[in-house]
């Protein structure tokens, strides 16, 4: 255990591990309960879905050629691994379409970040849904809040903040599932301060890499939770510390981080509420976008004779999704294609739909769509809510010089827009559906949406297996 030189309430891991101990499933509102249901079957259902991509098969071999056999299940598979390797895997399934949920204001996939290590910890702990969704609480409030108090601070560093966070939201998750103190709890942040990565550079080439962040930091979550069980001295200032994660992950930005924000009404206003589900899989910082052009397509109808396209986004969004605009002008795989505001644009106005079909190689490829998106001009999007909301507007004009404007301040999915219990089961029998019979798929369901507090984990994870 690290030598305690502080009490709980001197510091911003102390106060998230307090949290995080004394979280009792009881307790938990029953919106936050509800709303943790239902993103977990979201993710389940993508996680599901990535078998059927050409990325999930060789990070799966390689995972289980480096970890062996173990008791913990990888969602969709027959593989049982380690803990530290199940929540590996299973994070890049439920992160490798992009199509996870996102909480706007911190940027961040949460439930990716949260759950993969709460699955692995529980299941081998044979510890009960209820406490599994309490520890995914915990680690959802930790992520989110560490994300949001920064605005966008990661990401203008080259960091994936969701890379970062994973590690402290897992330590926090695994900590709380082995038991642990709030001073080991501290520790396990502590170490996760130095393990913490994710860098951006997979953006030049749509690299793989994006989507190993989140099990990399659930892995080493449940490392440091793990080291910190059995003694080992770790820092305690995790975060504001001297040379601490802040002042090294945001650097020229550390004056706008928002320390007391991270714990302010810690335990009584549940961030994880304000977290959006996709109900397209690409970036959400294109989702405003998107919509936009969907309902110019409504009112153009299929042919549309488009001279050119103008797409306004937040501006903090531009170097990300709309840059360099020849690279994304022409999309060379999906994960290109996902974070290319030129080539969702085009397709949603020219097909009038978004979906896992359109990232597929005859759609990235469609000679008609490739013709629209070096006519499209991404600018920079005035009175934005972003982050708050993930903004856009499409305007097009016509050959006969006609133009029309569609403009979406709130995406859908988000704040008062979120998608509805019936929205995210139509959700899981697409996404789950595209491997698994409806058979299996109502079942599913049926079982991840009735349990109850005390449903033994093992018991669902079962029903997981490939």
């Keep these: 255990m690290a030598a305690s030189n502080f009490g709980l309430d001197d510091h911003i891991a102390g106060r998230l591990a ?23 079957v979201d993710g389940i259902g993508l996680a599901f879905a990535s078998h059927h991509f050409p990325y999930a098969a060789p990070a799966l071999n390689g995972i289980s050629a ?119 709890i501290v520790g396990a942040q502590g170490i996760a301060a130095s393990t913490s990565a994710g860098v951006q550079v997979f953006l030049e080439n749509g690299a793989w890499t994006k989507r190993l962040h989140p099990g990399w930091g659930a892995m080493s979550g449940i490392t440091a939770a ?34 007391e924000s991270i714990t302010a009404g810690l335990g009584e206003r549940y961030a994880m509420l304000d977290t959006a589900i996709k109900p397209y899989p690409v970036c959400h910082f294109i989702h405003g976008a998107a919509e936009a ?48 505001a030129q080539y969702v644009v085009a397709t949603c106005l020219l097909r009038g739909r978004f979906g896992l079909a359109e990232l597929d190689a005859d759609s990235l490829s469609d000679p008609r769509t490739l013709a629209l998106t070096p006519r499209i001009t991404c600018v920079l999007e005035e009175n934005t809510a972003f982050p708050k909301h993930f903004s856009g507007a499409v305007t097009v004009q016509l050959r006969s010089g006609t133009t029309y404007t569609r ?20 959700k899981f029998q697409g996404t789950a559906g595209v491997v698994l019979p409806a058979s299996r798929v109502g079942r599913l369901l049926d079982a991840l949406l009735s349990a109850q507090r005390d449903t033994p984990v093992r018991k669902i994870a079962e029903l997981l297996k490939g």
């Excluded at 940027?107 to 759950?115: K, L, Y």
């Design 226 to 259: 793990q080291l910190m069980r059995h003694g080992f001295l770790a820092p305690q200032r995790a975060y504001e510390g001297r040379f601490g994660f802040f002042e090294t992950h945001v650097q020229q930005h550390l004056a706008d981080v928002d320390f």
């Design 293 to 340: 052009a969907l309902q110019l397509h409504a009112e153009l109808g299929q042919t549309p004779d488009i001279e050119r396209v103008t797409c306004e986004l937040p501006a903090a969004t531009l170097p990300i999704v709309a840059e360099p605009a020849a690279a994304k002008a022409v999309p060379r795989s999906d994960y290109e294609g996902k974070f290319s």
């Design 66 to 184: 480096i970890g062996g056999g173990g008791e913990a299940t990888v969602i969709g598979s027959k593989l049982r691994l380690s803990p530290r390797d199940a929540a590996l895997a299973n994070a890049y399934l439920l992160h490798g379409l992009d199509f996870d949920d996102t909480h706007p204001a911190s940027i961040v996939h949460p439930t990716v970040a949260s759950f993969p290590a709460a699955l692995a910890v529980a299941e081998t702990q044979n510890a009960t849904w209820g406490e599994l969704i309490a520890a995914y609480v915990a680690g959802m409030e930790t992520c989110i809040r560490l994300g949001q108090s920064v605005s966008g601070g990661f990401h203008h560093a080259g960091f994936h903040a969701t890379g970062l966070l994973s590690h402290f939201s897992s330590a926090v998750v695994a900590g709380r599932l082995f038991g642990l103190s709030p001073e080991q």
């Design 18 to 40: 307090r949290f995080a101990v004394e979280l009792r499933t009881a307790d938990i509102p029953q919106a936050v309960w509800t709303k943790s249901v239902h993103h977990i």
């Design 407 to 426: 403009r979406i301040p709130v995406n859908l999915g988000s704040g008062e827009r979120a998608l509805s219990r019936d929205d995210i089961i139509a």
